[in-house]
Structure formats: C-alpha cells, structure tokens
C-alpha cells in the first residue's frame, strides 16, 4: 500500500499554495541535472546519457504497547535522495554493474540513496545533488567497465537491452502531511493491550500502529517529472502462546488504512484481539498433527496466501542485471502453463477498491514514473507476461508500470476463477479426494502465517527444516488454524504443530477447484502492504509435516500478574 | 505546509515534555516493580530443583530522553521529537561467587544469548503490570541462559589445565543505597536549530570542503539498578554535545577530515553562539589548510605530543591494558599482568584514574560519576606512582592481588558492566614551560641526527588491540602534525600520519612534561559499549615516535565545481541539445505547479548576515 489520492486530477490546477509548499526540490533538481547532463564529463570517458533523481520525504508515527503499557512512542520525519547516473546507452549502460567482478552476481547494488536536508533550502539541495551525482557518475564508468569485461570474456545470447525507452509522464500531486491523534491512538493501544491481562494462557501480546506520510519527487533527463504524496497506516495487533509441551503459537492482525479514519474503532479491535486470543488457548490446547499426503482445501485467507506466497514472487523480477543474463527467471517461461486451465491472474495498479473494500496495491505512477498498467499475467493457466520495470527481458521489452522496489513488483493481484465451487460443494469435493486417495482424513487450512516476523524462533526453525526438504525455492509459512476432517463424516478437528513440506510450483498445477468465495486480502509484500484478491482454492495433493519433538520450556515461575 | 507540520510537532513534542522533568513520585513505580519483581524471582527461582544455585539477581533499568539536531550547509537534515527509551539489563548469576556461570570458558566457548530480550519490549509507561511482566519474560530468559553458562564452564573447567589466575569470579562487596537528585534537561529546540543552521552556512565560504555536518545532541538518562544483595540506586545523568566534521579531498584523491566538539554536564558549560562559530570556523579552516598540506612519509624519530593527544595515547596505550578483568582473561596479550611494583614508566610520571573529580579547572570532566553501574563507589585508583605500577581498574571481577572493586564497573545501558577507564589523570613532577618543551624536542633532534621532529595537536581517538592472538599494538588518528626543523624554518603541516608502536617501550621513551594540562572529553568504546571518558595530560616529549603513511582513498576531487561557485552552471543555463530537450518538458510541468524562484546565493547570505545581528545584538 502507498498511495493515497482523494482526486485523480493531480495534474489540474487544484494545487492549492497552501498544501503545496514553496517546492525548493524540483528548482535545485532542475539546475543541477542541466549543468551535470552538459557538463559532466572525465577524460577518456563518456558523459551520462541519463540521469534520475528521487526524493522522499518521509513522515512518521510509531506507537506500541503491550500489557496495558506504552512501549513505543516515536516520531520521525527525514528525507532521502537517490542519484541514478547511467552512461552509455539504452542498449547497454552501467546501471546495476560493479568495480569488484567478484560483485557481478551478487545482489544488485544500486545506487543507493543518502539523508539529506528536510530543510526546503536551495543551496543545501545543490549540495547534495551535486556531490551525489558526481559520486554516482565514478560509480557508473566503473560498472560500464565491468560490464563490457564481463562481455569481452562471455558471449551473451540474445542480450536484452540495459534500459527501455519510454514516453515520458508528467504527475504533479499535492504534498500529503501526516494526519494522526497520538494521544488519542496511544490511549486505544493501551486500552486495547489491557485486555489481555485476563488472559493468563497469553504469553505476551502487542499492539503497534504506524502511521506514514511518504511525499516523492522525480526528475529525470528525460522529461518525467513526478511529485506524488501518499498516507497509509497500519495497525498490527499480535500474541504468543504455549502449550503444556512448550510448543509455541504466535498469530497476528494486520488492519491497514489509506486514511485515520478508515482504522477500525476500538471496540471492533477489542473484538479482534479477544479472537486472536481465543485462536491461540484453542490452539494450545489441540492434538498435534501428523505426516500428512493428500488433498488440502486452503480456505478463505489461507488461499490468499497461498497465491501470495507461492505464485506472487514468481511474478516480478528483481533488478540484476547480470542474474538476468543468466536467463534463470520466469520471463523464460512465458507461454508455459503454470496454473489450471481454468485461472486467471490480473495486476491492476489502477484498481482502489474490490467490493467496497479498499486496496492497498494502488499507485498512479511507479518508481521509474511510467504510469500503472492492468495486466494479465496468467490466461487459461498459461503464464503470459510479468510485472515489468525499465530493465527488458529477452521476451519482454517495454516496462509495463510495475517499476517497484529497485526492480518490479506486483500491486493488486487478482485471482479469476471459471471453476468455482459453493462451500459445501468443495468441501464435497475435497473428501470426495480423499476418498478415491484412500484416506481417512483430510485438511482444511482456514488461516496461514502471512509473515516471517509472525514466527518465534522454535517455529522458525522447524520451518526451515521443512523448506529445506523441498528444493524449488518455493516455501509457505506454517498453517496457523489447520482441521483435521473426517472422510467419513466431515466433522472438524483442530489440529496444532504442522508444516508445509516440500512446496513448488507444481502445487498451482494442482488445484483442483475453487470456492465462489471471493474477497480481497491484505497481504505483506516486501515491508509494503498490497492486496491480493482470491478466492479458497482446494489443492489435489499438499505434503504437511508433524512437528519437531524438541521445544524451549515454559517460563519457570508464572507471569507476575497471575501468580497469586 | 511548514507551517501545518511544525504545529502537529509541536503538539507531540508537547505531550512528550509531560513525561519528564524530576517527577519522583512516579518514577517509584518503576523502582517498586523492579524491586518486586526482583525478591518474586530470587526467592521462587532459587527453589528449583536440581539446578545451579542463583546466588546474585541485579536489574539495571536505563531510560533515556533524547534529542538530537544536525545541519549540514544551512538546512537541518532530520526533524526528530525527543525519543523515549528503556534498555534493561539482567544479569543472572548461579553456582557461588567462587566459580559462576559468567566464568570465561577457554577454546571460545560462547555464552548463551538472550533471543527473547529482542521481542519483548520494555514498557515507557510507569505501569507496575506491564514493567513486571517484562522483567518475569527477561529473567526467566537470562536465568536459563545462565544454567546452560554454568554447565559449560564446569565442563571447560574439567576437561582444561589449570588457569594461571585462579581469582574468584564475583567479589564482596557492601550494598549501596542512593537515590540521586533528579536532573534537569534544557533544551530550547528551536534555537539550537536557528544555531545549527547558521554554523553549518559557515562552510559555504570554504569552496574546498567536500561535505560537512554540525550535530547538537542532549540526553538525560535516569538509571535504576537493583540486586539482590540489596543495592538500590537511582540517579540521574545529563549529557550535551555539540561537535563539528567536516572534510575535503587532497588533489591526489587524499580525504582529509577534522573533528571538534564539546561535551557538557550542563547547559551553562556549553560554549556561546560566537565560541561555536570560531570553533567552526577552525575546523573549515584547517581542513582547507591540510587539504593542501605534504603528504607524510614514514618516520621515527623524536615527538611532542600536544596536551590532548598525550591524553589520547595515554588512553590507549596504557589504560585499556590496565582495565583488571584483561588481567586474568587467557584470551588477552596481559601487558602489564605480572608488572605489578616494577617501573614500567619514567619516575617523573604519574597515573591515576578518579571518577569523582567533576571538574578540571572551569572544564567539566565527562568521566565523572559517584556509583558504578555495578552499584560499586567510585573510587580514585593509583596505577602508576612515580613510574612503578600500582593497580588496576576494576569492576566487582576480582584479580590475584586485587580482590575488591574499586568502582569501575560501566557499560553503555544494556551492556555488562566491565572495568572501564574514567577520568584518566597523567601527571609529571617534571615540568617545563610549552615553549622550553619545544627548544628540547630540537635538541633531541639534533642529538639523534634527525632531518626534523613532529608536533601532533589534534588527534581523533585511535584504536588499540589488547587480544593475545593480535600484536601488542597501538594506532592513533593524528589529524594534524607538523613537522619541526632545527634550522628554523618555519613548521610544515602533514597530512596522512597513522602514529604506531608498542605500548611498553612508548611509555619507557617519555622525556618531559609541560604545565598546558588539558582534557580530552570523549565517548570510549569497549565490550561493554560506550561509556563517557576523560583523558587528562600535560603535553609530552617522547624521545621515539613511529609513523606510518595512512591507507588514501583513490577517488578524485568531484568533477564540476561547487553549485554555488559555478559561474556557467548557477541555474543550468548552458545551451545543449539534451538539456533543450528536458526544459520543453519541464516548462509544460512547471506550468501546472506553483512556481518558486531559486533561493539565490545573495539572498541567503543577506539573510543570514541579518540573523547573526539580531543573534549578536541579543
């Protein structure tokens, strides 16, 4: 999630001098880019062909609180440059290259950004720009000899391009300015977190909420010129359990916003924390799984995730250059079946809200300025394109507005189904598997651990263990809520302790069907939040592994507050 | 739009100063719940069954309210309210002070870290409930960590040679019980930032300094410690800083860099707007001076060390080797370990090191402080009396010989506590003049038939490497050294000076003092973190002194000039094609946004020029 626009008409004359302020930014950006584009120049070497400059102004907010107190209590507002020097030209250039050849097929180091000033001053503006561009150009004519090393010693097939041409975008948006009731907030979030103090199973529990003003400028040599001003707030809400055997559970809330007002009151928040609550006692106290081959229905936000984990990373490139030489990503597999006939898979930047639920993948423009593009990425299960920043493929030669993260990413994701199923039929379905399986259990998946940082330290390990055993690359967090169902009769059983084993994309391959259920899903994209929207999807045959036998112990003496 | 962000700042920096200021009353709370929490765990935890008895518990609570300011050429480069902290630390210890589970275990046996200490936060709130349940989730954590220490250390014990030290591992001593007067921090943001802004325009007038920062920063950091033995102690520190760095790059790709700042218990010890701006104005100026200055060559030969540098190299040749947990640590090069009454300096020096002098002079001493954060009082400690050793420093970690603490035991909050150095006092029963120091640095010129001698007077703190499997070495950062001639030709600036050697034969080599006694204040860096130091020396005549060039960077000076001092490129207005092309679309964008004239160099300066009246006429 980043943008927030209460208007498209950004480019109108509605920019009123009191939300925009007297821009010190693009006068500097200007002066500076036409003197180093004419001007910069080492003997015996090429001057840039092109130059980028990107502020951020960042704005915000930090507030945790756990057990009824204050934990965090923040504020912080600095800005940050970023000088994108590229000499040669749009065939090969020196972007993403490097002094050291031991460098070349690590990540790519881009060019990096510096603090600098949040005073609008001209002068101190310069400055920067002038010493970050100079630095970024000795940068360049390093990478572009490298590169041309590289080449001299390698022969490259069909080398795509280093940059692609574009039309260029002009987007002037007012600033946004960071619009939060501390007191009011750091009140709910010890109101919030004091709930918890009658819940003596809970180890330890937080609630945190970030709020973000991110205003960017762009300028290019190429006539893009952007100013673009976002908001979004993000209020987590999270608890750790365990059980008798000293099994840990930790689950988490996430309730992201465009606007203060769009975040949950309260009492709903209330609500939620005493479900999660109830999830992890149940938990606890639950029967642990065991090895498990056979049909898995991921419900709701399991399917989310499941399409969020597995298949989203596949979609969008990262920004090495050299990697990308190599040809090892999926822009090779283009026209290649990846999922069931009967799936599509849409990106839709321009997409703000799914059935009066807002989105968080929307943007107007993306990091390299070009305008968002709805694009299908998967038709009748065959994969068609991928989300594209300026940097080609060997397929694919035009960015298609997905320039994200230093390399491309997806934003809304939309998961188009011709085979759904009501939930009784694909529950139906499901063990109507297991029985031509032989099986006298299957499992529903109703809720999956959506991020790394969700997992305590036992539980990470135990899921390293298990994406070891796979080898694709592909992994999925460990179920959170998973039911045990009977072939038989259908009745539930919470079950606690898997994982996910041996996952690959093959698991796409094999969904079977799924539920008419859509709805969209917040989910964590990298540090941003973007939405995914799915329906449940049942999977043919899904490897889920018993839990590990060793566990830290509980806390020897109980929690002070409930030891009477 | 600045006016609506400076108003929404404002009201949280508002709500933040409810916070502090010396409520006693409140902060009882945190006392109470960590003295609670304290007696619960040491009573119920020492009942468990087959586990290494807990014979020590100690709680250190720090909270920290910060702030800090930085501009870089005029304009600030961050905008930050106070922040608030608390760092806690737990320190666990079981088996008997004669061997515990904090015994060094040999063949790099690593202690258990506390994985659980980075997920549970520490609550900012006086809130009895949350601050016990952090303190339960947190020791429950160090204490099994410090089960699995101790059965390591009994087995390293048993499967290794005896050590040569065989000194307990936590020594006796009496509770303390102190609560400190509360402090005060004063900070009137807005003008520090009016100030900051117009030192940080001084580098405008200086073309050759590449980058530049001025940073202002104030703490006050209230510290809570209970133990089981008893202690209680809760005191207040206040910090101030304001310092300067600025460098450039030599035309053959040398950077060079300068550093000056001051460190303040108070307020009223930090110096006026007109001191900063001459302190500024210096480190622009030398800067430029050594920009152009020669370029060293390796030397050895005989050296004056101006009053804070000697300072400097005291502190690190001599004092991290005197800290006493490196005494008995097998791991360490233990120096001066079995020197002890023999004379390991001239009989003309010498050294003592004493936490409780606050001030030197009108200069406050940034290694003062009345309890360690062992709870030990600080005590003076005699290291060296007329060239013979005497003692260590030392925390509560006894050595053979020196069973006791004498109250210099510190750390960075959240860090253990080791023996760190305070305020380090050198002092010589000979002593001349400055200028009588300089007529004998020549004679001992000539007398070793040398082509000149050096004179360092800034240094930027150094390095020294106290591990056995390192050498015994030291390196200081001179920033600037001169040479001198016997001829008398004028001196001669150096640039790229690295200064090495050994540390017993450096401190056999001193030949005399001055009377120009000064302090370096700094911030020292050890295993325990950062702790506030003091060096305290007269400048010194050293009869050898070995120096190396120092690494230079390759990167050339930037290729066009400063934006400000570009007669053709002030506003971009060179003709080229690119350039046309990129003005038809920025004039179309312009045309959409409110237009701002570029802030120009002329008006900035007469800006400036009438702030600093108004600023004078105050």
């Not at chain 2, 087995?155 to 402090?183: L, Q, W």
Request: aromatic content about 8%; overall charge neutral.
């Amino acid at each position: 999630m980043k943008a927030l626009i209460s208007s498209l008409l950004a480019l109108s004359a509605v920019v009123s001098p009191s939300t925009t302020p007297t821009d010190q930014i693009f006068p500097a950006m200007k002066d500076e880019m036409a003197r180093s584009i004419s001007r910069l120049k080492l003997e015996s070497h090429q001057a840039p062909y092109y130059i980028g400059y990107t502020v951020h102004d960042t704005d915000s907010v930090s507030l945790g609180a756990t057990f009824g107190a204050l934990t965090d209590d923040s504020r912080d507002h600095g800005r940050t440059l970023s000088v994108d020097v590229r000499i040669g030209d749009y065939k090969l250039d020196s972007a993403s290259g490097s002094s050291e050849a031991g460098d070349i097929f690590s990540s790519p180091r881009f060019f990096g950004s510096s603090s600098i000033s949040v005073d609008d001053n001209y002068d101190t503006m310069r400055r920067e720009l002038w010493l970050r561009t100079d630095a970024a150009y000795k940068q360049a004519i390093e990478g572009l000899e490298s590169k041309k090393t590289y080449l001299k010693q390698n022969t490259v097939e069909d080398r795509p391009d280093s940059f692609s041409h574009e039309t260029s975008v002009v987007t002037l948006q007012p600033t946004e300015i960071l619009e939060i009731d501390t007191t009011k907030w750091a009140a709910n979030l010890r109101d919030l977190t004091a709930t918890f103090k009658s819940r003596p199973m809970i180890r330890s529990s937080q609630a945190s909420l970030a709020a973000l003003a991110d205003n960017h400028w762009f300028l290019n040599s190429e006539g893009f010129q952007n100013r673009i001003g976002e908001k979004a707030y993000m209020l987590t809400i999270s608890a750790q359990a365990q059980s008798a055997d000293g099994m840990h559970f930790s689950d988490q809330e996430l309730f992201p916003a465009y606007t203060e007002k769009e975040l949950p009151k309260l009492e709903e928040l209330k609500k939620h924390a005493t479900d999660l609550c109830d999830r992890l006692e149940k938990l606890a106290s639950a029967p642990k799984v065991d090895d498990y081959r056979g049909p898995v229905l991921f419900e709701g936000q399991a399917g989310a995730q499941l399409f969020h984990q597995v298949l989203e990373p596949k979609l969008a490139r990262s920004a090495s250059d050299m990697r990308r030489m190599l040809g090892t990503d999926m822009s090779e597999k283009l026209g290649q079946r990846i999922l069931p006939k009967f799936i599509d898979v849409v990106d839709d930047p321009n997409a703000k809200t799914y059935d009066g639920k807002p989105l968080f993948g929307y943007y107007e423009v993306d990091e390299d300025g070009l305008k968002g593009q709805k694009i299908t990425l998967v038709e009748k299960g065959i994969l068609k394109t991928l989300c594209m920043s300026r940097i080609p493929t060997r397929t694919i030669a035009r960015s298609n507005g997905h320039g994200k993260r230093s390399g491309s990413a997806t934003s809304n994701i939309f998961i188009n189904s011709d085979h759904k199923l009501s939930a009784e039929a694909l529950k139906a379905r499901l063990l109507e598997l297991g029985k031509e399986e032989g099986l006298k259990d299957v499992y529903i998946a109703r809720r999956i651990t959506g991020n790394a940082s969700d997992l305590d330290f036992s539980n990470l390990q135990s899921f390293f263990k298990a994406f070891m055993s796979g080898s694709s690359g592909v992994s999925l967090y460990p179920p959170v809520l998973l039911y045990k169902v009977s072939v038989a009769d259908g009745t539930e059983q919470l079950m606690r302790g898997g994982n996910f084993s041996n996952i690959s994309m093959r698991l796409l391959r094999d969904i079977d069907a799924t539920g008419n259920d859509v709805k969209a899903y917040a989910v964590q994209n990298s540090r941003e939040i973007t939405s995914i929207v799915s329906p449940s999807v049942l999977v043919s045959e899904v490897e889920i592994q018993k839990p590990d036998k060793t566990n830290t112990k509980s806390p020897i003496l109980k929690n002070p507050n409930f030891d009477k | 739009m600045i006016a609506k962000r400076l108003c929404t700042l404002l009201s949280v920096l508002g709500a933040l100063t409810l916070t502090i200021g010396p409520s006693n009353a409140s902060d009882d709370v945190v006392l109470h719940a960590m003295q609670k929490e304290l007696n619960r765990s040491f009573t119920k935890l020492k009942k468990d069954d087959g586990e290494a008895n807990l014979y020590f518990l100690a709680y250190r609570l720090y909270d920290t309210h910060s702030i800090e300011i930085s501009a870089d050429y005029g304009g600030l480069t961050s905008d930050k309210p106070e922040s608030h902290k608390r760092v806690l630390d737990i320190e666990v210890r079981v088996g008997s002070p004669k061997i515990d589970n904090t015994h060094q275990t040999r063949g790099g046996g690593l202690h258990s870290g506390d994985f659980m200490s980075s997920r549970t936060a520490i609550p900012l709130d006086d809130d009895e409930a949350a601050l016990r349940t952090t303190l339960w989730e947190r020791t429950d954590a160090a204490y099994k960590a410090a089960q699995a220490d101790y059965q390591k250390v009994l087995t390293n014990r048993d499967v290794r040679i005896a050590e040569e030290d065989n000194s307990d591992d936590f020594s006796k001593e009496k509770p303390s019980v102190y609560i400190g007067k509360p402090i005060e921090m004063d900070v009137d943001r807005t003008l520090w930032e009016d100030r900051l802004r117009k030192l940080s325009a001084i580098y405008k007038s200086y073309p050759n300094i590449k980058s530049s920062m001025v940073r202002f920063s104030a703490s006050k950091t209230r510290r809570y410690l209970v133990t089981s033995e008893g202690t209680t102690i809760e005191d207040d520190r206040v910090q101030y800083r304001i310092y300067t760095i600025a460098d450039a790059t030599a035309d053959d790709g040398m950077r060079v860099w300068l550093y000056d700042g001051v460190e303040a218990p108070t307020r009223t010890d930090l110096p006026d707007q007109e001191k900063l701006e001459a302190m500024v104005r210096k480190v622009a100026a030398s800067v430029e001076a050594l920009r152009v200055a020669k370029a060293a060559e390796p030397f050895a030969g005989p050296a004056i060390l101006q009053a804070k540098s000697a300072g400097v190299y005291f502190h690190e040749i001599f004092g991290h080797r005197i800290e006493g947990h490196r005494q008995k640590d097998e791991g360490e090069g233990r120096t001066f370990t079995k020197l002890i009454g023999k004379e390991v300096m001239p009989t003309f020096i010498t050294v003592v090191d004493d936490p409780l002098k606050e001030r030197i002079g009108n200069k406050a001493l940034n290694g003062y402080y009345l309890y360690d954060d062992e709870g030990v009082p600080a005590q003076k400690a005699v290291l060296v009396d007329k060239g013979i050793l005497k003692g260590y420093l030392m925390e509560r970690s006894p050595i053979k010989g020196f069973p006791n603490s004498n109250g210099h035991g510190r750390g960075s909050p959240g860090s253990k506590p080791v023996a760190r150095q305070a305020n380090l006092t050198v002092d010589s029963s000979k002593r001349v003049p400055y200028a009588t120091l300089r007529e004998q640095l020549i004679a001992e010129v000539k007398r070793q038939g040398k082509p000149y001698g050096l004179v360092f007077d800034e240094i930027a703190g150094g390095f020294t490497m106290t591990q056995a499997f390192m050498p015994q070495v030291f390196k200081l950062k001179p920033l600037r050294v001169w040479r001198v001639y016997p001829d008398g030709r004028p001196d001669e600036l150096l640039r790229g000076v690295d200064l090495v050697g050994t540390p017993l034969t450096s401190l056999e080599r001193i030949l005399g003092a001055a009377d120009d006694d000064d302090v370096f204040n700094g911030t020292c860096g050890a295993e325990s973190g950062w702790v506030p130091v003091s060096a305290i020396s007269p400048s010194l005549l050293v009869q050898t002194i070995e120096v190396e060039r120092n690494i230079k960077e390759q990167d050339k000076p930037p290729v066009l000039p400063p934006p400000d001092r570009d007669p053709q490129g002030k506003s971009g207005k060179s003709s080229n094609a690119a350039e046309t092309k990129v003005d038809a679309a920025q004039n179309k964008a312009d045309a959409a946004e409110t237009k701002t004239e570029p802030a120009g160099d002329k008006k900035s300066k007469a800006g400036d020029k009438k702030n600093q009246a108004a600023e004078e006429s105050k």
